[in-house]
């Protein structure tokens, strides 16, 4: 994955050329403590009964993303500054969300 | 088996960093995480390309395991600690590896990467190079702990299949953890009376296992008959490892095999039966 950290934040990461974005179902966006992105972040997918569905660590612009089916999903992010949850209801196609960890 | 001599904590692996006789291995699905830093002296096994033989699909055989093992310096006396990233998912199945070609003392460290990063535990890029060595191992592969598609058939109704994806996987909602795409070419589902008891049950959020009364509240709860032999599934069979390690090393269940064909290979099977929904569905 390539970040530009140099540049304005993205708010959501890359998504691979061989991806049909019209198919799936895209959960993305940005872990922050406070303004700042947090890098090395452990995101966590849960499904709407807060079973574990999938984790991933943020890159270095603290980007986050998932390949999810429509529905009730909630974000667990774990980090060295601390913990938070956001919840988004996703639809097909690219979903953003951002977390705030502290 | 036991948790005693199958893992160890991260107070323990800090300890012994630099130990003569112990070998600290990284193993990633993210085979590039190794590379930006490392635990101190911890080499890496890439379980795509060293783990796997490179033309058809199966595991490296008896010779290519040992040539791998020599190259990385490790001995067959050697004390070897393995640990990684998603939740020691491709650690796990390294250890099993370990298991099928009889490497005597060889362990999980508790938590993973994870834990050790947000413990803020000491992590460098240095290169490491441990000198060759010539490893034997002592057996071939022990077909007691791995299962093949034939074998997970037969189960059906008749012994205990458990199916450690998440419950949208085993449900046919979604066809690959959610890290990944969907698009695949299987069909969705799950076995036949397969138990769904996804391998993140088995761990807390910090990537270290739940305590062993748990584990067997957790399994006995779901339905799981110790009195019968398990296989483990899920959909290229490292998470599945995951789970064996619980029921076999860590619980010391006897016969607990991992089928690591899993749903990739079941899911493309032609005329093998498959059940829909969350219900495990009848044989």
């Not at chain 2, 037969?154 to 795409?181: C, F, K, Q």
Request: proline fraction near 4%; aromatic fraction near 8%.
């Amino acid at each position: 994955m390539s970040v530009d950290s140099c540049g304005a934040p993205e708010q959501s990461a890359p998504i691979p050329a061989s991806v049909d974005v019209e198919k799936e179902t895209v959960i993305t966006g940005v872990v922050r403590a406070g303004a700042d992105p947090v890098s090395g972040a452990y995101v966590r997918l849960l499904d709407a009964t807060g079973e574990f569905t999938a984790e991933v660590v943020t890159s270095a612009a603290g980007q986050f993303r998932f390949f999810a089916a429509p529905g009730n999903w909630t974000l667990r992010a774990l980090s060295r500054q601390g913990n938070g949850d956001a919840t988004i209801a996703a639809d097909r196609g690219l979903n953003e969300v951002a977390v705030t960890v502290g | 088996m036991s948790r005693e001599s199958a893992l160890v904590t991260a107070d323990w692996a800090e300890k012994h960093l630099g130990a003569d006789g112990t070998v600290f291995v990284e193993v990633d699905e993210d085979t590039a995480a190794y590379d930006a830093a490392h635990i101190p002296g911890a080499v890496k096994i890439n379980w795509k390309t060293e783990l796997q033989d490179p033309v058809r699909r199966d595991f490296v055989n008896k010779q290519q395991f040992e040539a791998l093992l020599s190259s990385k310096g490790i001995s067959n006396d050697d004390t070897v600690v393995l640990y990684g990233g998603n939740n020691n998912w491709f650690a796990a199945y390294a250890y099993w590896y370990f298991k099928l070609y009889g490497h005597g003392d060889v362990k999980l460290l508790d938590g993973g990467r994870k834990k050790w990063e947000l413990d803020n535990r000491p992590l460098n890029k240095e290169e490491v190079n441990r000198p060759a060595t010539t490893y034997t191992a002592v057996h071939d592969q022990d077909r007691s702990i791995r299962a093949f598609r034939d074998d997970a058939v037969a189960a059906i109704g008749v012994a205990n299949l458990v199916d450690v994806r998440s419950p949208d996987e085993y449900a046919g909602r979604l066809l690959a953890p959610a890290h990944l795409p969907q698009e695949q070419a299987q069909r969705p589902g799950h076995i036949p009376t397969a138990l769904s008891v996804p391998w993140s049950k088995a761990a807390n959020e910090d990537g270290t296992f739940k305590s062993d009364d748990e584990l067997r509240a957790l399994y006995g709860a779901a339905g799981l008959d110790d009195s019968k032999a398990t296989i483990a599934y899920c959909r290229i069979g490292e998470r599945s490892s995951h789970t064996w390690f619980v029921l076999k090393e860590l619980l010391g269940h006897s016969d607990v095999r991992n089928y690591d064909g899993s749903w990739t290979e079941y899911g493309s099977l032609v005329g093998v039966p498959v059940a829909l929904g969350d219900e495990p569905g009848t044989a």
